[in-house]
Nanobody, 118 residues
Framework: QVQLVESGGGLVQPGGSLRLSCAASGFTFNIYSMNWYRQPPGKERELVAHITSTSGSTDYADSIKGRFTISRDTAKNTVYLQMNSLKPEDTAVYYC???????????WGQGTQVTVSS
């Protein structure tokens, strides 16, 4: 059974940094992506960053480009989100997502709260 375990959220002042981790287990498929989504209060869930299992290519939302970096440790099936220069508008519940390519299926972590406030 697929399991995603997130860690690293918390309270930080504007300009600070956090590093989120997501460890995935219980799957055998090889073609997938790992993604970070977030849902700010009162808003829809949005994709923050994306990384593929094949090439390791990445994509980012425009709102965080230059500030956040997604990376992976393939041996550990772990994805990270390094968050720098945090702003109050980054406040959200951040969700780790594992997306199988075929058949298309999504697996989700429980979410971790990131609060940026002074």
């Amino acid at each position: 059974q697929v399991q995603l375990v997130e860690s690293g959220g918390g309270l930080v002042q504007p300009g600070g940094s956090l590093r989120l981790s997501c460890a995935a287990s219980g799957f055998t498929f090889n073609i997938y992506s790992m993604n970070w989504y977030r849902q700010p209060p009162g808003k829809e869930r949005e994709l923050v960053a994306h990384i593929t299992s094949t090439s390791g290519s990445t994509d980012y939302a425009d709102s965080i480009k230059g500030r956040f970096t997604i990376s992976r440790d393939t041996a550990k099936n772990t994805v990270y989100l390094q968050m720098n220069s945090l702003k109050p508008e980054d406040t959200a519940v951040y969700y780790c997502n594992l997306r199988r390519a075929w058949p298309r299926q999504d697996y989700w972590g429980q979410g971790t709260q990131v609060t940026v406030s002074s």
